[in-house]
């Protein structure tokens, strides 16, 4: 590496922090088959209780425009 490639710090303390994620590894996790299939499966669906709410929402909104909607020919 050469010294253009190495990235410089203003202050010493910028420096010291990345060197305290050098030595993070990223840990794998083993599970079954058929834990992995359920979690597939689980993810089709929405679970977070705040984004259920969101939906109950647009779902409630969507209701009180459709009595303006007037659905008529244009002949």
């Known amino acids: 590496m050469t010294e253009e490639d190495k990235r410089m710090y203003e202050k010493h303390i910028e420096h010291a922090e990345d060197m305290s994620y050098e030595n993070e590894t990223a840990s794998t996790v083993t599970i079954t088959l058929k834990e992995y ?34 659905r008529t020919d244009l002949d």
């Open 37 to 70: 299939d359920k979690l597939r499966e689980k993810q089709k669906y929405i679970t977070d209780k705040s984004m259920i709410a969101v939906v109950d929402k647009i779902e409630e909104l969507v209701r009180a425009l459709r009595k303006h909607i007037v």
